[in-house]
């Protein structure tokens, strides 16, 4: 059943007109935007403030200081709550993010403004809103590397750019026991025993990738040393 006057927060993206044009946007649809915060915890702050009863939150999934990050804090802080990503592509990161958090719906920044709050009024309602071609996307994600949640896809990242446990725990807010035992994780599905042959192990499956296309598109790969 559709809310009166849903409640609504955005996280990630404050400030920047795209998201002014959203919350107006929003408003004339008749939503209630209760604030835009550049990250959860400005949002958790915030509610710890005031109490916010929100009925949904719309997630840029781009935002650095948003994103998966957010989604994953979001869940497990407010599990009733309707979440709804924003993402300029349905990226791997956004596809697993979307599913290893139940996320109820996923709207792209080119989709039109009628489309946007159709796809909230939808996920408020209790129904899954995701883009075209979403399971295709999901079905692709059969490999070891897609079964990496949001947050251990997050620490390889981060531990690819060369930052050290202690920086990534920093950079995420967690403990670096947190990061440590994520990145064990990682090495299990990945089959391998550090950070170093992890990185090897990702090039190799992006290059296979990229051969299976070519053979798929009639392009025989020239033979390897």
Known sequence: ?????????????????????????????????????????????????????????????????????????????????????????????????????RAEGVVLKSDTSEEAILALRHVLEGRAVMPVGWQAASLRLETPLAALSAREREVLDLAASGMSNKEIAERLTISVNTVKFHLRTVYSRLGVRNRVQAMLAIDQKQEDRIDSSNMSDGNVPPARA
């Open 1 to 101: 059943m559709a809310v009166p006057e849903p409640r609504i927060a955005i996280v990630g993206g404050a400030g920047t007109l795209a998201t002014e044009a959203l919350v107006w946007m929003l408003t004339k649809g008749g939503n209630r935007v209760v604030g835009a915060y550049p990250s959860y915890r400005a949002l958790h702050v915030a509610s710890r403030a005031r109490a916010l009863k929100l009925h949904a939150a719309i997630v840029d999934a781009d935002d650095p200081a948003a994103g998966p990050a957010a989604v994953v804090q979001l869940r497990r802080a407010h599990p009733e709550l309707k979440l709804l990503l924003l993402c300029e592509v349905a990226s791997p990161t956004v596809i697993r993010c979307a599913i290893d958090e």
